[in-house]
């Protein structure tokens, strides 16, 4: 008779059966004494504990990793899959706390959670990042920002850290990046629909408003659309240069051609200059190697075709149809006029700029507290307007002060120059296609980060981020011939 999988929950023996059996006892009492208060929640809890009997005779492992895919997806749906009449209740907030639960269980269980070579150095710079953040509750103004703040942080690295722990080989990360393809292109065609038909999402910002042209999918907001459209926009352009099934070529460039014109029609100055910094980019990173010639011709056919669809564009004559309102936006020398003059978007952000780092130098470089930053402004004197920085590394200084903003960037550079090694290195094809596409993304968002209002619950960014570590633990794993397993 054989021994029973020490993976299995069901079936096993001993005290893991017994202390398995306990939790979902407590876990169901919990449920059913939640919903006495809280119907939907306690409803929810119950459908997921319905969900782990029925699955009983899968293995955790299986059920994390499957668990991880649809909580990425979801977290790019966002508040699309709410809960009727609950929005803050959406899918992967719900996802994110199964998957806390599931961890603690598995732990309670006696079981250990491996830490890939290559994940040691960001797991404990995301925990440091996260206490650090949880004691700034201490000196913030607002408990209950910094509190909400800190959740984020934590749930959204976890999310990252889950990345490269469940797409752990090639076939499982063949997975991810065909549902986070398949993710991309529903949005697209979301999009498509919203510009045709001038019918949005009840998320979106702009359902309501007269004269909108721009899309906004799954995001609310037309600029963060705009920056997860530069985020993927690598991981198309990429596939016409290194794959080499036509196939891919071809969705390559059809996918890239879509996302720059969504791009263009968005308006977003910062996800177009993105754009810019990743095509530069692409060929900069091929031309000094001399292994990838053949990859950096096809890199400047790449970038011809890009060019040749966003300049005419820019001045209202391209292939893209855009609106003059888009047009408008996306004139740059608009931009400096409205520095110049104190008044539009451009005034408003160099204001913030400098109130962010004014206010920074003021806390002696400890910052205001996580999620306090927004608080802080609109308690400058004399202060009017938009509150929010809209600039991930200035808002992480004012939350976090140098010390955050050094953990950040410590983990950037680590993903970017990992990357990059990758990319130059390998003679896997799989991971040579990840290393040049995520080093490309993290470079367009130095800037593309200065389009959403805020990033930290911005899942795109969290998603590209456990993209880049997967490929450094992949790249660590790869055999003696370079191959991935």
Request: charged residues 10%; aromatic residues 8%.
């Amino acid at each position: 008779m054989s021994a029973p999988s020490p993976l299995r929950v069901s079936g096993a023996s001993g005290a893991p059966g017994i202390r398995a059996a306990a939790l979902a006892l407590i876990a169901a009492l919990a449920a059913g004494a939640l919903a006495a208060f809280a119907p939907v929640p306690g409803l929810a809890i119950a459908v997921v504990l319905l969900a782990v009997v029925l699955l009983g005779r899968a293995s955790l492992p299986s059920l994390g990793r499957a668990l991880v895919l649809v909580a990425m997806v979801a977290a790019i749906i966002g508040p699309n899959l709410a809960v009727p009449g609950a929005q803050e209740a959406f899918a992967f907030r719900l996802l994110a706390g199964l998957m806390v639960v599931g961890i603690g269980a598995w732990l309670v269980m006696g079981r250990g959670i491996p830490v890939p070579r290559g994940l040691g150095l960001p797991m404990a710079i995301a925990a440091g990042w996260v206490a650090w953040a949880l004691a700034s509750v201490m000196w913030a103004a607002s408990t209950t920002d910094a509190l909400r703040w800190t959740v984020f942080l934590f749930m959204m690295t976890g999310l990252m850290l889950a990345i490269p722990v469940a797409a752990s080989n090639r076939r499982r990360l063949t997975w991810f990046m065909g549902a986070l393809a398949v993710t991309f292109g529903v949005a697209v065609l979301v999009a498509i629909a919203e510009i045709a038909t001038g019918v949005r999402l009840p998320t979106s910002a702009l359902a309501n408003r007269v004269g909108a042209f721009a899309a906004t999918s799954f995001f609310g907001n037309q600029n963060n659309f705009a920056t997860y459209l530069a985020l993927a926009l690598p991981y198309l352009l990429v596939l016409p240069v290194i794959a080499r099934d036509v196939r891919l070529r071809a969705l390559g460039i059809v996918g890239g051609v879509v996302a720059i014109g969504l791009i263009l029609f968005s308006g977003s100055k910062a996800n177009l200059v993105a754009t810019g910094i990743i095509l530069l980019g692409m060929l900069m990173v091929l031309a000094i190697d001399p292994a990838m010639r053949r990859a950096f011709v096809a890199a400047v056919v790449v970038v011809g075709i890009a060019l040749v669809l966003i300049i005419p564009s820019m001045f209202g004559a391209g292939i893209v149809p855009l609106p003059e309102q888009a047009v408008a936006k996306l004139n740059f020398s608009t931009l400096q006029a409205q520095v110049q003059s104190g008044s539009g978007s451009g005034a408003v952000r160099t204001s913030l700029l400098g109130t962010g780092i004014d206010i920074a130098a003021g806390t002696g470089g400890v910052g205001v507290g996580a999620g306090n930053a927004e608080v802080t402004v609109r308690a400058t004197q004399g202060y009017e307007g938009v509150a929010n920085l809209h600039n991930w590394a200035l808002e992480v200084l004012v939350d976090t002060g140098i010390i955050g903003l050094a953990l950040y960037a410590w983990l950037y550079v680590y993903m970017l120059a990992g990357n990059l090694r990758v990319a130059r290195r390998t003679h896997d094809p799989w991971l040579r296609y990840m290393g040049l596409a995520g080093s490309l993304a993290l470079l367009g968002f130095l800037i593309g980060s200065l389009g959403p209002s805020t990033a930290i619950h911005f899942a795109p960014m969290w998603i590209t981020f456990g993209l880049c570590l997967t490929t450094i633990v992949l790249a660590r794993r790869a055999g003696p011939d370079g191959r991935i397993p």
